[in-house]
T-cell receptor, first 117, second 114 residues
């Protein structure tokens, strides 16, 4: 099946630094990618919808200046956590849509665990 | 706001028994539902989906039942195996354009006992 790859899988950074997470669709073109955040023992919360070639659409309560999303190509979306703080420590997961079908399957990456010291 | 939720946060079953994981949703406009399995430290893995014009769909060892009258969704796993231990999420999508945006339920931790 389709594969979505995230990198890095784990990252530890100091407070105040910025961290970039990549999401790649390996064998299909993804016009739309989604970024989720998941705290321990909680569900996935949608942060933003990333559209190739246009600005991302952020969910209510998500700071767009803090979580920068770039979807420069049909196979790559990046999430940059700027000036990270310990409360940003979380599991970040991306997903990508392979087709235009309304019920088209979403493929998820393996997630990136961010720890901010 | 409307949300998707689960009845049971944890479920323990004996290996070989059948498992039933439940999910309640409140958005009556939802017309597509998916069950995902998430193992520790990994992303969600698609299990099975169902459209609102169906009330049952079967896959390999899994069956999803949809009761739109009471807005209830369930995932049945037959002959549960140790490898089935994971957190299971239901997710729903309402009619909101072309974006395949999902709302996830709170999850159920399934533990398979030897």
């Amino acid at each position: 099946g389709a594969v979505v790859s995230q990198h890095p899988s784990r990252v530890i950074c100091k407070s105040g630094t910025s961290v970039k997470i990549e999401c790649r669709s390996l064998d299909f073109q993804a016009t739309t990618m989604f970024w989720y955040r998941q705290f321990p023992k909680q569900s996935l919360m949608l942060m933003a919808t990333s559209n190739e070639g246009s600005k991302a659409t952020y969910e209510q309560g998500v700071e767009k200046d803090k979580f920068l999303i770039n979807h420069a190509s049909l196979t790559l979306s990046t999430l940059t956590v700027t000036s990270a703080h310990p409360e940003d420590s979380s599991f970040y997961i991306c997903s990508a849509s392979a087709g235009a079908s309304y019920t088209g399957e979403l493929f998820f990456g393996e997630g990136s665990r961010l720890t901010v010291l | 706001g409307e949300s998707v939720g689960l009845h049971l946060p944890t479920l323990s079953v004996q290996e070989g028994d059948n498992s039933i994981i439940n999910c309640a949703y409140s958005n009556s406009a939802s017309d597509y539902f998916i069950w995902y399995k998430q193992e520790s430290g990994k992303g969600p893995q698609f299990i099975i989906d169902i459209r609102s014009n169906m009330d049952k769909r079967q896959g390999q060892r899994v069956t999803v039942l949809l009761n739109k009258t009471v807005k209830h969704l369930s995932l049945q796993i037959a002959a549960t195996q140790p490898g089935d231990s994971a957190v299971y999420f239901c997710a729903e999508k309402g009619f909101s354009g072309s974006a395949r945006q999902l709302t996830f339920g709170s999850g159920t931790q399934l533990t398979v006992l030897p």
